[in-house]
């Protein structure tokens, strides 16, 4: 019993670890949005190779976990649940890496403030990342109240995103001479949004860990 404790053991700090890499790529991209900092893009991408190295390491104690332990009830379904949240962990991962790329390749000059405030881009950002950061703490406390109200939050996110969709409609029906820029601030949002629901991901996967419970394809 004592040797899978520390098997477990070892297996959350590996695990802590991805969280603190995504948590640092996810925190910069938007910096790096936010001030259209070139050379902070540069830095995340270069980090992505090192997110991934840590995915494929995290897996690979999962499935040795699985194979020479057979675990069953709780244990089961916390390593089940670190493979899971590892996976969305490095999606998000992925976007924040997109973002970083939009600002280095694509994004030839600040967004426009006005666009900007009616887009409610701070709003997403802020809003996806304290969903993140309450992630963190759900799995660390087993809070399964706590992912609850994370997949509520996921709701207004996709809210805003819908309505951001319909301001760059309107900005480049009056902006044609936009259409390009608008078209790569698109796919940003639409990364950021993302990055809610693969968080929203993460917290059923927390409740499946905490509570035995399937919250996948229900209504909040």
Not at 8 to 18: Q, V
Not at 47 to 55: H, I, L, P, S, T
């Amino acid at each position: 019993m004592k040797h899978i404790e520390n098997e477990i053991k070892i297996l959350k700090n590996h695990h802590i670890e991805m969280w603190n890499l995504v948590q640092g790529q996810l925190i910069k991209s938007y910096e790096a949005l936010r001030k259209s900092d070139k050379t902070l893009a540069r830095e995340i991408i270069a980090k992505e190779r090192v997110v991934n190295a840590q995915e494929l390491l995290v897996d690979h104690y999962c499935e040795s976990f699985i194979a020479l332990f057979s675990p069953v009830a709780l244990d089961f379904r916390f390593v089940i649940s670190i493979f899971k949240i590892t996976n969305n962990l490095e999606r998000i991962a992925d976007f924040a890496e997109n973002i970083a790329l939009f600002v280095l390749y694509d994004q030839t000059k600040p967004i426009d403030k006005v666009l900007y405030e009616k887009l409610r881009l701070e709003e997403m950002m802020r809003l996806t990342e304290g969903m993140f950061l309450s992630a963190r703490t759900a799995l660390i406390n087993e809070d399964s109240h706590l992912c609850g109200e994370i997949l509520k939050t996921d709701n207004q996110v996709d809210n805003l995103y819908g309505n951001a969709i319909e301001s760059l409609a309107e900005y480049v029906a009056e902006n044609p001479e936009e259409a390009l820029e608008v078209l790569h601030l698109n796919s940003v949002i639409r990364r950021i949004e993302r990055i809610g629901d693969r968080t929203g991901n993460i917290a059923e996967d927390i409740v499946f860990f905490v509570e035995a419970e399937e919250l996948r394809h229900q209504k909040f």
